[in-house]
């Protein structure tokens, strides 16, 4: 509750410093978003968002199109979000779906680089199966594009592969690389993934899964015969450490001839919802 009404209020601030492999990337910034909840399930939330991104120690082997990158970014955005969460539970789901609709608009007059907009919508949902085992199907597609203005930042475009999307290939491949393959990032997302988790215990659980996704370079260039495919297991823990997940993924369908073709372990510690 706040300003005693049915509200939330979050405040954040922070910095970062990425090692992308070719370059660093380092941010700092903060954001207020106000969120009200809409009916049972749905929530809504406007916000704003100021960062400071600067992108530099570039190797000296990248590609003019990688290094034409470097430089110092401001970003000012203003963030809508549409939620609905129906999940029995917030980890370890069994039943129920969460969906969000997420948009941001950055604006020169406000003093971000340039003027975009950039669209993403999550579903996923929960189906019981029979005693201990869960079915969950997840879906994301996204779009960025400038309005004017200079080109969309590689900071803003898609990426895919990695834990959180496509298991099997390696952290940020999948989609438009340069002459060195390597990753450029799109305007364009399409993923997929269906899963079947088994609970043997509280705390151990195991999946067999399949993800399905793609980048493409231009903005609403999404095209579903050109997805990349990876089928494999899971296994997730839940120490008091916190939880520990491993799932080793292993392409069956690639689009782009840079991606690799052998199998690959994930590891992840730490809580997401």
Same mark, same amino acid.
């Given at each position: 509750?706040?300003?005693?009404?049915?509200?939330?209020?979050?405040?954040? @601030? =922070?910095?970062?410093?990425?090692? +992308?492999?070719?370059?660093?990337? +380092?941010?700092?910034?903060?954001?207020?978003? #106000?969120?009200? +909840?809409?009916?049972?399930?749905?929530?809504?939330?406007?916000?704003?968002?100021?960062?400071?991104?600067?992108?530099?120690?570039? %190797?000296?082997?990248?590609?003019?199109?990688?290094?034409?990158?470097?430089?110092? =970014?401001?970003?000012? %955005?203003?963030? @809508?979000?549409?939620?609905?969460?129906?999940?029995?539970?917030?980890?370890?789901?069994?039943?129920?779906? +969460?969906?969000?609709?997420?948009?941001?608009?950055?604006?020169?007059? @406000?003093?971000? =680089?340039?003027?975009?907009?950039?669209?993403?919508?999550?579903?996923?949902?929960?189906?019981? #199966?029979?005693?201990?085992? #869960?079915?969950?199907?997840?879906?994301?597609?996204?779009?960025?594009?400038?309005?004017?203005?200079?080109?969309?930042?590689?900071?803003?475009?898609?990426?895919?592969?990695? #834990?959180?999307?496509?298991?099997?290939?390696?952290?940020?491949?999948?989609?438009?690389?340069?002459?060195?393959?390597?990753?450029?990032?799109?305007?364009?997302?399409?993923?997929?993934?269906?899963?079947?988790?088994?609970?043997?215990?509280? %705390?151990?659980?195991?999946?067999?899964?399949?993800?399905?996704?793609?980048?493409?370079?231009?903005?609403?260039?999404?095209?579903?015969?050109?997805?990349?495919?990876?089928?494999?297991?899971?296994?997730?823990?839940?120490?008091?450490?916190?939880?520990?997940?491993?799932? =080793?993924?292993?392409?069956? %369908?690639?689009?782009?001839?840079?991606?690799?073709?052998?199998?690959?372990?994930?590891?992840?510690?730490?809580?997401?919802?």
């Amino acid at each position: 509750w706040w300003l005693d009404r049915r509200l939330r209020l979050e405040v954040s @601030l =922070y910095q970062s410093n990425r090692d +992308q492999g070719d370059y660093g990337h +380092q941010s700092i910034g903060g954001s207020v978003l #106000v969120t009200r +909840q809409w009916r049972e399930f749905w929530r809504q939330s406007i916000g704003y968002r100021a960062e400071m991104v600067d992108l530099t120690d570039f %190797a000296d082997s990248v590609s003019p199109a990688l290094l034409s990158e470097k430089g110092t =970014y401001g970003v000012s %955005a203003l963030v @809508l979000k549409l939620g609905r969460d129906s999940r029995d539970r917030f980890r370890h789901a069994t039943s129920g779906s +969460q969906l969000q609709f997420l948009t941001e608009l950055q604006a020169e007059a @406000l003093g971000g =680089y340039t003027n975009l907009y950039r669209v993403t919508v999550q579903g996923t949902k929960f189906f019981p #199966v029979f005693k201990n085992s #869960v079915l969950r199907l997840r879906a994301e597609v996204g779009v960025t594009d400038n309005l004017s203005g200079d080109e969309v930042a590689i900071f803003d475009r898609f990426f895919a592969g990695g #834990v959180s999307s496509l298991r099997g290939f390696e952290r940020r491949e999948v989609g438009p690389v340069d002459i060195n393959e390597e990753p450029l990032g799109g305007r364009s997302l399409l993923l997929g993934s269906i899963e079947f988790i088994y609970k043997w215990h509280d %705390a151990v659980r195991t999946s067999l899964f399949c993800d399905v996704g793609n980048v493409w370079p231009d903005a609403f260039a999404w095209d579903p015969g050109e997805m990349n495919a990876s089928v494999g297991v899971g296994l997730q823990l839940d120490l008091p450490i916190g939880p520990i997940r491993f799932d =080793y993924g292993f392409p069956i %369908a690639t689009q782009q001839d840079h991606l690799t073709t052998g199998g690959r372990l994930h590891f992840n510690l730490g809580y997401t919802f």
